[in-house]
Protein backbone atom coordinates (compact mmCIF):
# COMPACT_ATOMS: atom_id res chain seq x y z
CA UNK A 1 0.00 0.00 0.00
CA UNK A 2 1.40 3.08 -1.11
CA UNK A 3 -0.01 6.72 -0.56
CA UNK A 4 1.26 9.91 -2.22
CA UNK A 5 0.04 13.11 -1.80
CA UNK A 6 0.61 16.67 -4.04
CA UNK A 7 -0.42 19.87 -4.59
CA UNK A 8 0.39 21.73 -1.60
CA UNK A 9 1.66 25.30 -1.44
CA UNK A 10 1.74 28.98 -0.64
CA UNK A 11 -1.45 30.78 -1.11
CA UNK A 12 -3.12 33.83 -0.02
CA UNK A 13 -5.73 33.68 2.39
CA UNK A 14 -8.79 33.30 0.29
CA UNK A 15 -7.62 31.28 -2.13
CA UNK A 16 -7.86 27.53 -3.31
CA UNK A 17 -5.40 24.84 -3.70
CA UNK A 18 -6.19 21.41 -4.24
CA UNK A 19 -4.36 17.77 -2.95
CA UNK A 20 -4.22 14.79 -4.63
CA UNK A 21 -3.26 11.94 -3.38
CA UNK A 22 -2.26 8.31 -5.63
CA UNK A 23 -2.62 5.33 -4.34
CA UNK A 24 -0.80 2.10 -5.50
CA UNK A 25 -0.87 -1.70 -4.94
CA UNK A 26 -4.27 -1.68 -3.63
CA UNK A 27 -8.20 -0.30 -4.94
CA UNK A 28 -8.82 2.55 -3.10
CA UNK A 29 -12.24 2.89 -4.09
CA UNK A 30 -13.28 -0.52 -1.80
CA UNK A 31 -11.85 1.04 1.06
CA UNK A 32 -12.20 4.41 3.50
CA UNK A 33 -9.67 6.68 2.33
CA UNK A 34 -8.82 10.57 3.42
CA UNK A 35 -6.69 13.59 4.92
CA UNK A 36 -5.24 14.76 8.14
CA UNK A 37 -3.39 17.44 8.66
CA UNK A 38 -0.73 18.84 11.42
CA UNK A 39 0.94 21.68 12.20
CA UNK A 40 3.94 22.44 14.04
CA UNK A 41 3.30 21.62 17.77
CA UNK A 42 0.16 20.42 17.48
CA UNK A 43 -1.52 17.34 16.99
CA UNK A 44 -2.70 15.39 14.17
CA UNK A 45 -6.38 16.40 13.21
CA UNK A 46 -8.31 14.74 11.00
CA UNK A 47 -10.07 16.99 8.19
CA UNK A 48 -11.72 14.99 6.09
CA UNK A 49 -12.52 11.50 4.86
CA UNK A 50 -14.81 9.08 2.45
CA UNK A 51 -15.85 5.65 2.70
CA UNK A 52 -15.97 3.01 0.28
CA UNK A 53 -18.11 3.75 -3.32
CA UNK A 54 -20.86 0.95 -1.74
CA UNK A 55 -21.36 3.17 0.87
CA UNK A 56 -20.04 7.26 -0.35
CA UNK A 57 -20.32 8.53 2.53
CA UNK A 58 -18.43 11.53 3.65
CA UNK A 59 -17.13 12.98 7.31
CA UNK A 60 -15.74 16.57 7.90
CA UNK A 61 -14.20 18.19 10.32
CA UNK A 62 -15.90 21.40 12.03
CA UNK A 63 -13.51 23.70 10.98
CA UNK A 64 -13.01 22.79 7.36
CA UNK A 65 -16.85 21.95 6.95
CA UNK A 66 -18.21 24.15 3.96
CA UNK A 67 -14.59 24.69 2.62
CA UNK A 68 -13.36 21.67 1.63
CA UNK A 69 -14.76 19.11 -0.35
CA UNK A 70 -13.57 15.27 -0.99
CA UNK A 71 -13.55 13.38 -3.71
CA UNK A 72 -12.32 10.58 -5.61
CA UNK A 73 -11.72 9.32 -9.16
CA UNK A 74 -11.68 5.58 -9.23
CA UNK A 75 -10.52 4.88 -12.49
CA UNK A 76 -7.69 7.00 -11.64
CA UNK A 77 -7.12 5.31 -8.11
CA UNK A 78 -7.03 9.22 -6.47
CA UNK A 79 -8.30 10.99 -4.18
CA UNK A 80 -8.91 14.81 -4.05
CA UNK A 81 -9.31 17.45 -1.28
CA UNK A 82 -10.67 20.70 -2.89
CA UNK A 83 -9.95 23.73 -0.52
CA UNK A 84 -11.41 27.34 -1.23
CA UNK A 85 -11.93 29.73 1.37
CA UNK A 86 -8.51 29.21 3.29
CA UNK A 87 -7.39 30.52 6.31
CA UNK A 88 -3.82 30.75 7.66
CA UNK A 89 -5.17 28.18 10.91
CA UNK A 90 -4.96 25.57 7.81
CA UNK A 91 -1.33 25.70 7.51
CA UNK A 92 -0.10 22.48 8.54
CA UNK A 93 1.27 19.34 6.43
CA UNK A 94 -1.55 17.50 4.68
CA UNK A 95 -1.32 13.67 4.73
CA UNK A 96 -3.77 11.25 3.01
CA UNK A 97 -4.62 7.76 4.73
CA UNK A 98 -6.33 4.55 4.08
CA UNK A 99 -7.90 1.70 6.45
CA UNK A 100 -8.33 -1.27 4.58
CA UNK A 101 -10.27 -2.59 7.15
CA UNK A 102 -13.18 -0.68 7.12
CA UNK A 103 -15.46 -0.38 3.94
CA UNK A 104 -18.45 1.37 5.36
CA UNK A 105 -18.47 4.26 7.38
CA UNK A 106 -15.05 6.41 7.59
CA UNK A 107 -15.24 8.23 10.80
CA UNK A 108 -13.77 7.81 13.46
CA UNK A 109 -10.73 7.13 11.04
CA UNK A 110 -8.39 4.15 12.06
CA UNK A 111 -5.38 5.69 10.14
CA UNK A 112 -3.90 1.98 8.76
CA UNK A 113 -2.08 3.87 6.35
CA UNK A 114 -0.55 6.90 5.19
CA UNK A 115 2.16 8.26 2.75
CA UNK A 116 4.35 11.42 2.68
CA UNK A 117 2.93 14.58 3.76
CA UNK A 118 2.41 17.91 1.04
CA UNK A 119 2.82 21.24 2.79
CA UNK A 120 0.05 24.27 2.73
CA UNK A 121 0.68 27.16 4.10
CA UNK A 122 -1.51 30.16 3.85
CA UNK A 123 -0.13 33.75 4.44
CA UNK A 124 -0.28 37.11 2.86
Known amino acids: VQLQASGGGLVQPGGSLRLSCAAS????????IGWFRQAPGKEREGVSC?????????WYADSVKGRFTISRDNAKNTVYLEMNSLKPEDTAVYYCWTDTRVAYGCYPPGYEYWGQGTQVTVSS
Open 50 to 58: ISSSDDGST
Open 25 to 32: GFSLDYYA
